[in-house]
């Protein structure tokens, strides 16, 4: 019963803490990109005329979403055109359930983690949602029976599918490093250190795969320099027969996929919720000094440093988003399939050899 | 491979570039809220209904008619101006006036301000200086065409 329980609370307090972080980045990507461009961005929306630097935007959004039509096109798919967003979003909502936020937590003896499932096989559960993903775009460019619709979403299969290669491959020499596919011992596991100095991060022991990962997980936001499904500034996309809630959905489902795969960069390449040098008893410094912390104050700086991370991993996507232009359909497949793919193949080859010989 | 390097080294760079301005932005917005250098901007938004740009002196705005001392139009109904407009949206009827110093004025004196270019020739051939296009005035609009015809009373204003 009280497992139960305590699974519910988890559930809600992620969910909400990825809506919530969705709701607010719509905010930070326009402030973020009028500041990069010398503007100021959306600061009108107001209430009891307080500004908050335009932090009511979001709600002026979903406000106006709100009451927009909801219009299905005479000549869709009903059911499959109403299911599509909703697939969308619920496969990457699934994916942070894997996703720890913090050690594990002692309420009343009992140990609690603060992530909602560790299953035994975390990391493919991610992999797996993450290219389940592709459904939603694939269903909605199908069902809206409108030819840009089809475009994008083919697009978009096409793209995903490519880009999960090289998603799989950089996870592939993780797999191979790390002890286990739980991500909560990945992320324990990072909190060793490698020559006694350097956090053993695994952005340290498989700078490639990072490299990898990161361009085919921002490769799989679809966001600008690989927006080719979605075409935003010519609507040539799977979304294109979408308006009012759907279309936020989809929308939210772009953000909540930022918030993800940053969640992800940080959780199996930059130590997850682990500070350097921070032990459960405080911190020891490499070259002798120990400063002792009470486990609350460790606790609340290891979920803090989570938090960090993932707030730079999104600021750094949205800074990519605000500075490369969109690439061409064969850049796209090339870089994919002719980059990628062999670097990671490169990355799982060394990494077997660096093991091996060791 | 030295291609792919290069491009690599574009891409970082390109981050750089915009990483800067964000930086330097938010710091100078940071400045400007806590109340130091007023001066730098962070931004170079005017945010426009509540500050407007400095006008040039010489910016040709909406026109406005000039009065003589007792308030009448300086106007004397000459019809250089419609004449000379190359819009042809100046329409001026004469109009008698009692006092022997004035003796003939506009009666009728409406500009189309849809057609009107702004080229200022009629302020430019104007005698009598009493045209002029120094209201400043440049957020126009109606809702009805009808609206734009500015008349003799909405020119004298």
Redesign the interface.
């Known amino acids: 019963m009280s497992e139960i329980s305590v699974l519910l609370v988890k559930i809600v307090v992620a969910l909400g803490w990825l809506l919530l972080l969705a709701l607010f980045l719509t905010w930070v990507e326009r402030k973020?990109s009028?500041?990069?461009?010398?503007?100021?961005g959306a600061n009108r929306a107001r209430v009891l005329g307080l500004r908050m630097f335009g932090l009511f935007q979001p709600f002026a959004d979903a406000i106006k979403m709100i009451f927009k039509e909801d219009f299905v096109p005479p000549f869709a798919d009903k059911v499959l055109h109403t299911l599509a967003p909703f697939v969308s979003f619920f496969f990457v909502a699934a994916a942070v359930a894997v996703v720890p936020f913090g050690p594990a937590v002692r309420i009343r003896g009992t140990p609690v983690l603060l992530q909602v499932y560790d299953g035994t096989a975390g990391l493919l559960f991610l992999l797996a949602m993450l290219s389940l993903g592709v459904y939603g775009i694939l269903l909605s460019g199908w069902s809206s029976r409108n030819r840009w619709g089809l475009i994008g979403g083919l697009r978009g299969a096409a793209q995903l599918v490519s880009y999960e290669i090289g998603l799989g491959l950089s996870l592939v020499g993780l797999i191979m490093v790390y002890p286990s596919l739980r991500l909560s011992e990945i992320v324990a596991y990072q909190g060793g250190l490698i020559l006694g100095f350097l956090p053993r991060w695994g952005v340290f022991l498989q700078p490639l795969g990072f490299l990898v990962f990161f361009v085919a997980a921002v490769a799989e936001t679809k966001r600008v320099p690989f927006d080719l499904p979605e075409g935003e500034s010519e609507i040539v996309g799977f979304n294109a027969e979408y308006g009012g809630l759907k279309w936020g959905l989809f929308m939210l489902t772009d953000f909540m996929e930022i918030i993800v795969v940053a969640a992800l960069a940080a959780t199996l390449f930059f130590g997850g919720w682990q500070a350097p040098w921070l032990g459960p008893d405080g911190v020891r410094w490499p070259w002798g000094g120990h400063w002792a912390m009470a486990g609350g104050v460790v606790l609340f700086l290891q979920v803090l440093s989570f938090q960090l991370k993932v707030a730079f991993f999104c600021w750094l996507q949205i800074?990519?988003r605000?500075?490369?232009p969109r690439i061409r359909y064969d850049q796209l497949m090339d870089l994919g399939w002719k980059?990628l793919v062999p670097l990671g193949l490169l990355n799982v080859l060394g990494t077997g050899l660096v093991m091996s010989l060791r | 491979m030295k291609n792919a390097f290069r491009l690599l080294v574009a891409l970082v760079e390109g981050t750089i570039v915009t990483a800067r301005h964000f930086f330097s932005n938010l710091w100078f917005h940071f400045l400007r809220l806590i109340g130091l250098k007023k001066y730098r901007p962070g931004a170079v938004t005017i945010q426009y209904p509540e500050e407007t740009k400095p006008l040039p002196l010489r910016y040709r705005a909406v026109h406005r008619l000039m009065k003589r001392p007792g308030g009448k139009p300086r106007c004397v109904a000459c019809l250089l101006c419609a004449t000379v407009c190359p819009s042809e949206c100046i329409v001026v009827e004469a109009a008698g006036d009692r006092d022997p110093e004035i003796q003939k004025t506009a009666g009728r004196f409406e500009i189309d301000l849809t057609r009107c270019c702004f080229c200022g020739f009629c302020v430019e051939a104007c005698p009598e200086d009493a045209i002029r296009m120094d209201t400043g005035r440049i957020d126009l609009a109606a809702r009805a065409r009808a609206e734009l015809v500015w008349t003799l009373d909405d020119l004298l204003r």
């Open positions: 973020q009028a500041v990069m461009q010398d503007r100021i800074l990519i605000w500075t490369y980059l």
